[in-house]
């Protein structure tokens, strides 16, 4: 799988600003400072989208599209776009801003309920859980209500670089016996598991 273009689109406060021009969507969800964005510079090889120690930072949908060729299905190219969405669990500003976030994570996926009227699709969510900390309440809340939403969604356990092999093991299983689906592993700072997440992408999309 070769990666061609990796580009920031847009930032979308509502539907109305979500691409529909036939590419697939993406959707990264989690808890504020779980490493979304990190996770996208990593698979951009470079820095697309800003990262902040300080939590609540990403307030807006923000859409990046990849162009790769090959992958899962055969050769060609391919497109993808991935959405970085509002982190759950925390915002600058209380109540209100949470409430704020909480509505715009919404509206990106309200854009899609109506799959006869936009040329897009989601295809598929990813939620990203800090692989150091194994059945926190937001992350469960989460996982919930992905279910309730019928679209295909994954785990992804972040900043495994953190721990140690025998803590690393078991700390999956335990996001995988309270989540009810096994985690995928991942670092931004050290690349693993990046070919594995890029093959999961590959496969929502298609």
Aim: without cysteine; charged residues 25%.
């Amino acid at each position: 799988m070769k990666l061609l273009e990796a580009r920031f689109v847009t930032s979308a406060a509502d539907a109305r600003g979500i691409p529909a021009d036939g590419v697939p969507h993406i959707a990264l969800i989690g808890r504020s400072n779980v490493g979304k964005s990190s996770i996208i510079n990593a698979l951009a090889r470079r820095t697309l989208a800003r990262t902040s120690a300080a939590p609540g930072k990403t307030r807006l949908a923000n859409l990046y599209r990849f162009a790769l060729d090959g992958g899962p299905g055969g050769p060609g190219r391919w497109s993808v776009y991935l959405a970085d969405l509002p982190g759950y669990g925390y915002a600058r500003g209380g109540q209100a801003s949470v409430a704020e976030l909480r509505k715009i994570a919404e509206e990106y996926f309200r854009g899609f309920e109506d799959a006869s009227s936009s040329p897009s699709a989601l295809r598929g969510v990813l939620q990203l859980v800090d692989a150091r900390h194994p059945g926190l309440q937001p992350d469960l809340d989460a996982a919930t209500w992905l279910e309730s939403l019928g679209t295909e969604h994954a785990v992804l356990a972040t900043k495994v670089d953190k721990l140690a092999r025998s803590e690393r093991d078991r700390k999956l299983k335990e996001f995988e016996r309270k989540l009810g689906t096994a985690a995928l592993p991942v670092s931004a700072a050290s690349g693993e598991g990046l070919d594995d997440l890029w093959t999961l992408i590959a496969r929502l999309s298609r």
